[in-house]
């Protein structure tokens, strides 16, 4: 199957720092990515959804001022958390599908990122 | 947006014992289903995918597709701790995938 891959896995950081987060498609075209929000025991929660040079869209509720995402390549997204706080602390997860042209719109799912901001 | 419904669990399963996971959706719209499964701490991967009514088979896994009362199932032949998972449905028609709350299975050695 195809290979989604997050750097970096786990991060701590201080508040009002900010922390970038990439997600790669390794061995694929990725002509739309997603970024989720996963709180312990909760479900997993879309923040945006981010297609290849254009601006992503935001689901209601989330900052998009907050979390910049940028989708610069058909194998690279990254979001940056700005300014984070304690409650920005989570577990990111990134996914894809591949470009156009499958049957099937299946996501790969990176492996996560979880952040901690003390 | 095709939404599905699940029960949150836990369900909790001895070991050897099939585990059943049920998915209901309300759009009769819905063709195909991806079951996805989430250990803690870590991100969800594809496991089964069906399009066609009737069962599907993959190894301990198999998938069931009832169109006609809007259910897909995934039953767990001779579970294992190491299935101990949330599991997750999703209609693949929806971009992004929607997924429901997903079952959290427990299964007891």
């Known amino acids: 199957g195809a290979v989604v891959s997050q750097h970096p896995s786990r991060v701590i950081c201080k508040s009002g720092t900010s922390v970038k987060i990439e997600c790669r498609s390794l061995?694929?075209?990725?002509?739309?990515m997603f970024w989720y929000r996963q709180f312990p025991k909760k479900s997993l929660m879309l923040m945006a959804t981010?297609?290849?040079?254009?601006?992503?869209?935001?689901e209601q509720g989330v900052e998009k001022d907050k979390f910049l995402i940028n989708h610069a390549s058909l194998t690279l997204s990254t979001l940056t958390v700005t300014s984070a706080h304690p409650e920005d602390s989570s577990f990111y997860i990134c996914?894809?599908?591949?470009?156009?042209?499958?049957?099937?719109?299946?996501?790969?799912f990176g492996p996560g990122t979880r952040l901690t901001v003390l | 947006q095709k939404e599905v419904e699940q029960n949150s669990g836990p369900l909790s399963v001895p070991e050897g014992a099939i585990a059943s996971l049920n998915c209901t959706y309300s759009?009769?719209?819905?063709?195909?289903f991806f079951w996805y499964r989430q250990y803690s701490g870590k991100s969800p991967e594809l496991i089964m995918f069906?399009?066609?009514?009737g069962d599907k088979e993959d190894g301990r896994f198999t998938a069931q597709l009832n169109k006609a009362s809007q259910y897909v199932s995934l039953l767990i032949r001779d579970s294992q701790p190491s299935d101990s998972a949330t599991y997750l449905c999703?209609?693949?028609?929806?971009?992004?995938?929607?997924f429901g709350k997903g079952t959290r299975l427990s299964v007891i050695a």
């Open positions: 996914s894809a599908s591949q470009a156009s042209g499958r049957s099937y719109n299946e996501q790969f």
């Open positions: 061995d694929f075209q990725a002509t739309t």
């Open positions: 981010s297609n290849e040079g254009s601006k992503a869209t935001y």
């Open positions: 759009d009769r719209g819905s063709q195909s």
């Open positions: 069906i399009y066609s009514n």
């Open positions: 999703a209609p693949s028609g929806n971009t992004p995938l929607v």
